[in-house]
Nanobody
């Protein structure tokens, strides 16, 4: 059984930084895409960053502040988030895919973590 477990998040001051981590178990994603999504109430889950075989995808509006990284040996994916604003408040989800050809496509992701809340507020 494949499981993705996120950690990190919580309450962050505006202008601050936060780091999320996700560890996969049950299968190796070392040569497969892993990604981060986020979702706010009443809105669709949005792909914000993805990485596969060294290639990366970022949502354009976030590419200067958010950075995705992988540790294939540990089967983890991380998300560093900088200069956070209240608009970054959301539930952040880790995801994995078996389709290396579409790592930039949100529909390719079939494995999901439970989500972790990030709240940016003073």
């Amino acid at each position: 059984q494949v499981q993705l477990v996120e950690s990190g998040g919580g309450l962050v001051q505006p202008g601050g930084s936060a780091s999320l981590s996700c560890t996969a178990s049950g299968r190796s994603f070392s040569n497969l895409p892993m990604a981060w999504f986020r979702q706010t109430p009443g809105k669709e889950r949005v792909l914000i960053a993805a990485m596969s075989r060294g290639s990366t995808y970022y949502l354009d509006s976030l590419r200067t502040r958010f950075f995705i990284s992988r540790d294939n040996a540990e089967n983890t994916v991380n998300l560093q988030m900088n200069s956070l604003t209240p608009e970054d408040t959301a539930v952040y989800y880790c995801a994995g895919s078996t389709d290396d050809n579409r790592f930039y496509d949100s529909r390719a992701y079939t494995y999901w973590g439970q989500g972790t809340q990030v709240t940016v507020s003073s």
